[in-house]
């Protein structure tokens, strides 16, 4: 679907403002009323190309005797201090007026403007997906992909999963799932003193911990594939003092062995990787120099990028299993 902005271009631009919600076209020939009862004055070809299934609400209640409705803009007449009025059909939508105006500035051609809070942003998305808008789906995440401070990161990952869960937005709720790989331990009571427990229901949190487990069962799988295959390919055969049965060199088996049973396995830490070739090395000078140290350069930048390969290929492999029992709410809510 297309929003149309080529198709039908305003002759004069909208008046819009954020801080009073302020949306309106002067060549509007519908009113979006939102359920706190702010009211945008808007075209409704651009409405129509945006989403089929809003656009047909918006056909269908263009009846012949449109309800009176109050104008946002004050009227341009001399010493007239009211509302206009304008014989404009109205169509009520039970949308909140931020995320409703959020939303139009999606659609039409003027500059984007998210909510300004997480929860917001959130159901933007949600009505976004329950309306099928998927090509102004697309242009709402690829904004908020370029914020700064991420949208998803540390501090906000259990309260988008938990909200992407709740709205069936499973793209949302796979990136916060994995963003909390970065967390040590999701017991009960280690989420209780982060304050992150009251964020989503048990079941939410059920289904977190199993994602976890699936991450860490998978990526020891691909971890043991690569010492038996793709680390001896790079290397070639191994001279080191001290290897393991796969051929490799026991701190490096060592290493990969640690990232597939650690409690944070999505932490790749490359300072570490270095630490334990060289705690190799020095554990070993007292006999002589190792072999390995001829591994400096083009040979461990290509294990460690190889490494980094299989961790991020194999988390990205797990998918989130949506909650049963929790859905988004029906389309019919948003409908009418």
Known sequence: MSTAAAEAPPSHPPA????????????ADVVLRSRDSYEFRVL?????????????????????????TTSTIPADSDGDSGPATNALPVVQLPIEGAILFSL??????????????????????SVAQLYKMDVILTHIRNHIAQQDPPFIREETAFLIYSLSQKHGLRTEALQAARCTLTFSSLTIQDLAEENKLDMMPGSFLH?????????????????????????????????????????????LDSYISSIGTARVPALLDLADFYAKFFGHIEDLRPFGD??????????????????????????????LIYVAGYRPKDLNTFTG
């Not at 984007?112 to 998305?125: A, N, R």
């Not at 790079?234 to 051929?247: A, H, P, Q």
């Open 290 to 319: 190792c072999a390995c140290s001829g591994m400096l350069g083009k040979k461990m930048r290509a294990i460690w990028e190889a490494l980094t390969a299989v961790v991020h290929g194999s988390i990205a492999k797990v998918r």
């Open 16 to 27: 819009i403002s954020h801080e009073n919600l302020l949306f309106d076209y002067p060549e």
């Open 104 to 125: 139009l500035t999606y659609i039409f051609p003027v500059p984007p403007i998210l909510p300004s809070t997480v929860e917001q942003i959130m159901e933007l998305l």
């Open 207 to 251: 289904e977190l911990r199993k994602y976890h487990q699936r991450v860490r069962s998978n990526l020891a799988l691909d971890l043991d594939e690569f010492k038996k295959s793709n680390a001896p390919t790079i290397l070639g055969v191994s001279s080191c003092e001290s290897t393991t049965d796969s051929g490799l060199p026991d701190w």
């Open 44 to 68: 409704k070809i651009f409405i129509v190309h945006g989403s089929s299934i809003l656009g047909e609400k918006v056909l269908i209640s263009s009846n012949p005797h449109p309800e009176p």
